[in-house]
T-cell receptor, first 116, second 111 residues
């Protein structure tokens, strides 16, 4: 079954410290993409970072990096130097290349709170 | 920047009403999606469309229908609203194989 699992319902981090949000996935498709989205309390979903299953290097976007461990089927999001504005819900999602429509499968989400 | 606009941020309707949620995107994207978001369940796909007048069921289509008469507009219809359809509804659009861009969401309450 195709599934995304985020085991941390809530996380706290001190401002300026780094934090890792966990994501594991399950698929038998050889080709897939992994995404992270941020959802502030206002509700909009903001795309953060993407990792393709055949990408050799871990993706990075500014303070966001994706720790991709294919053998473990994990795609953890690392946020460096946390800021108060990082407080939000974070979703991991997977897109299967066998799906010709770009459909995403989402995890349950992790709520991150950054403490001043 | 891509803009996905949902017609309402908050909506309150009564049981049995026919409810329309509208979504418009301004980037000529082929794909459009409707999700609902519930605590502890993440986002679940209701319907998606990959072209005008083309639609496919997602994971939870029961009680919903959709309409895509123009490329930029994708409507979600609750045929006869029920209290278990109280939720946050999110619309998204994307070109094929690109990240999805989301609207701000509609918090729908069915009384």
């Amino acid at each position: 079954a195709q599934k995304i699992t985020q085991t941390q319902p809530g996380m706290f981090v001190q401002e300026k410290e780094a934090v890792t949000l966990d994501c594991t996935y399950d698929t038998s498709d050889p080709s897939y993409g992994l995404f992270w989205y941020k959802q502030p309390s206002s509700g909009e979903m903001i795309f953060l970072i993407y990792q393709g299953s055949y990408d050799q290097q871990n993706a990075t976007e500014g303070r966001y990096s994706l720790n991709f461990q294919k053998a473990r089927k994990s795609a953890n999001l690392v946020i460096s130097a946390s800021q108060l504005g990082d407080s939000a819900m974070y979703f991991c999602a997977m897109r299967l290349s066998s799906s010709n429509t770009g459909k995403l499968i989402f995890g349950q989400g992790t709520t991150l709170q950054v403490k001043p | 920047d891509v803009k996905v606009t949902q017609s309402s941020r908050y909506l309150v309707k009564r049981t049995g009403e026919k409810v329309f949620l509208e979504c418009v995107q301004d980037m000529d994207h082929e794909n459009m999606f409707w999700y609902r978001q519930d605590p502890g369940l993440g986002l679940r796909l209701i319907y998606f469309s990959y072209d005008v007048k083309m639609k496919e069921k997602g994971d939870i289509p029961e009680g919903y229908s959709v309409s895509r008469e123009k490329k930029e507009r994708f409507s979600l219809i609750l045929e006869s609203a029920s209290t278990n359809q109280t939720s946050m509804y999110l619309c998204a659009s994307s070109p094929l194989y690109e990240p999805q861009h989301f609207g701000d969401g509609t918090r729908l309450s069915i009384l």
